[in-house]
């Protein structure tokens, strides 16, 4: 049975949707027949996020509890790790064993980019996952190590096309997407006909960590490009709602004077809740990042990848997905205000075919049965052998 370490974000933020971008890697990996040992440091000082507190500390008590209970909610043989890298404290696993998961693994897949340790060295094979495009390339994440990376992975799927504002410094990005486990979203506690008079929703980070500028331009967030089409729930008779976080109580006033149902996304903070949101939506509705699509990236969401597991129809902004991924079947990308209303009109017009078809999308470009194996033949075979979560 091969080895694979997992490096990520979730113990320093142990929020549902965050948690999910990196989890559903190890579900996949370890349903594929991986043995994975999960490792992540902290990186910088007070990163630590308390969801129940809203506050940041040196404590990851809290995010290791909420990784180990979701490690128990499916049964897996995963072991984790945290190095906080200051005090050189180890959590979980202790540093002999941490070594030892390094020197004996077959791949370390570091999932992006905001963990380097110098003991990642040991592993005979290092992946870089780039989860975002330009941020990442212009040195936000994964500037430690860079040079260290075997091979290199992004959701930039465009990048190295001549579409693709984003330079690749001569480095080989390979495409990827983020990867689901349909098997856990497979459960419609709500019928399609009550999903029907249900709203369009997202989960987002209205500013997240903020823009960039790379070489004079700047790149942004969500925040720009809500703004662009803050005036769409008046242009339409279907109800969009926001699960947001980061916006200010002006930005907030703002959004509901316009039309919008926001609500916290704290609401939605632990993965009962996250999944329970999703189900009782009619479908997602959401922009992308400035960034994405300013540079036409390809980039798609982890979060929408939930979302069309679930059977809900996506109308997401394009960022370039539309170049690679079949659309207007469960799966929308529009680039205007227009473009916005027709689709979010069509998919209520027709919403038993596109929740099909959005779930079938899931099973055939984003489960992890399709996305793993073709990521990790660029290091070995996938083994034979195989995870039940039944």
Same mark, same amino acid.
């Given at each position: 049975?091969?080895?694979?370490?997992?490096?990520?974000?979730?113990?320093?933020?142990?929020?549902?949707?965050?948690?999910?971008?990196?989890?559903?890697?190890?579900?996949?990996?370890?349903?594929?027949?991986? !043995?994975?040992?999960?490792?992540?440091?902290?990186?910088?000082?007070?990163?630590?996020?308390?969801?129940?507190?809203?506050?940041?500390?040196? %404590?990851?008590?809290?995010?290791?509890?909420?990784?180990? $209970?979701?490690?128990?909610?499916?049964?897996?043989?995963?072991?984790?790790?945290?190095?906080?890298? +200051?005090?050189?404290?180890?959590?979980?696993?202790?540093?002999?064993?941490?070594?030892?998961?390094?020197?004996?693994?077959?791949?370390?897949?570091? &999932?992006? @980019?905001?963990?380097?340790?110098?003991?990642?060295?040991?592993?005979?094979?290092?992946?870089?996952?780039?989860?975002?495009?330009?941020?990442?390339?212009?040195?936000?994440?994964?500037?430690?190590?860079?040079?260290?990376?075997?091979?290199?992975?992004?959701? @930039?799927?465009?990048?190295?096309?001549?579409? /693709?504002?984003?330079?690749?410094?001569?480095? +080989?990005?390979?495409?990827?997407?983020?990867?689901?486990?349909?098997?856990?979203?497979?459960?419609?506690?709500?019928?399609?006909?009550?999903?029907?008079?249900?709203?369009?929703?997202?989960?987002?980070?209205?500013?997240?960590?903020?823009?960039?500028?790379? !070489?004079?331009?700047?790149?942004?967030?969500?925040?720009?490009?809500? #703004?662009?089409? &803050?005036?769409?729930?008046?242009?339409?008779?279907?109800? #969009?709602? #926001?699960?947001?976080?980061?916006?200010?109580?002006?930005? #907030?006033?703002?959004?509901?004077?316009?039309?919008?149902?926001?609500? %916290?996304?704290? =609401?939605?903070?632990?993965?009962?809740?996250?999944?329970?949101?999703?189900?009782?939506?009619?479908?997602?509705?959401?922009?992308?990042?400035?960034?994405?699509?300013?540079?036409?990236?390809?980039?798609?969401?982890?979060?929408?990848?939930?979302?069309?597991?679930?059977?809900?129809?996506?109308?997401?902004?394009?960022?370039?997905?539309? %170049?690679?991924?079949?659309? @207007?079947?469960?799966?929308?990308?529009?680039?205007?205000?227009?473009? $916005?209303?027709?689709?979010?009109?069509?998919?209520?017009?027709?919403?038993?075919?596109? /929740?099909?078809? $959005?779930?079938?999308?899931?099973? !055939?470009?984003?489960?992890?049965?399709?996305?793993?194996?073709?990521?990790?033949?660029?290091?070995? =075979?996938?083994?034979?052998?195989?995870?039940?979560?039944?």
């Amino acid at each position: 049975m091969a080895h694979i370490v997992v490096c990520g974000y979730m113990v320093r933020h142990p929020v549902a949707g965050n948690l999910l971008a990196f989890f559903h890697y190890v579900l996949g990996l370890s349903q594929l027949g991986y !043995q994975v040992v999960y490792l992540e440091e902290s990186g910088w000082s007070q990163s630590c996020y308390n969801p129940h507190l809203q506050a940041y500390s040196e %404590d990851p008590t809290v995010g290791i509890q909420a990784v180990q $209970a979701l490690i128990r909610r499916f049964g897996l043989q995963v072991s984790l790790g945290y190095i906080d890298r +200051n005090s050189g404290m180890a959590y979980g696993l202790d540093w002999h064993r941490i070594k030892q998961a390094l020197k004996t693994a077959d791949l370390l897949l570091n &999932i992006g @980019g905001v963990c380097w340790l110098p003991e990642f060295r040991l592993c005979r094979c290092l992946a870089l996952i780039d989860m975002d495009p330009l941020f990442t390339q212009a040195g936000e994440f994964a500037s430690e190590g860079r040079e260290e990376y075997h091979i290199r992975f992004s959701y @930039g799927v465009n990048l190295g096309q001549p579409s /693709c504002s984003i330079p690749t410094h001569g480095e +080989n990005w390979i495409p990827t997407v983020p990867p689901v486990v349909p098997e856990i979203w497979s459960s419609n506690r709500v019928s399609l006909a009550d999903r029907e008079t249900h709203p369009f929703t997202t989960i987002a980070n209205w500013k997240a960590y903020g823009g960039v500028i790379y !070489q004079g331009e700047y790149y942004g967030q969500k925040r720009e490009e809500f #703004l662009k089409i &803050i005036h769409l729930p008046s242009r339409t008779s279907q109800r #969009l709602e #926001l699960s947001l976080s980061g916006a200010n109580s002006a930005e #907030l006033e703002h959004l509901k004077s316009a039309g919008w149902f926001v609500r %916290d996304s704290q =609401d939605s903070y632990d993965f009962e809740t996250y999944q329970s949101y999703i189900m009782r939506s009619k479908g997602e509705f959401s922009v992308a990042k400035n960034a994405y699509v300013k540079t036409r990236s390809g980039w798609f969401s982890d979060r929408s990848v939930c979302y069309l597991a679930a059977g809900r129809p996506v109308i997401l902004q394009d960022t370039g997905f539309s %170049d690679w991924l079949p659309t @207007g079947r469960g799966v929308f990308a529009f680039s205007s205000l227009k473009e $916005a209303v027709e689709q979010i009109e069509q998919v209520s017009a027709a919403y038993p075919e596109h /929740c099909c078809a $959005a779930r079938e999308v899931a099973e !055939q470009i984003f489960s992890y049965k399709v996305v793993l194996p073709r990521l990790l033949e660029h290091h070995f =075979d996938p083994p034979t052998s195989s995870y039940s979560l039944s």
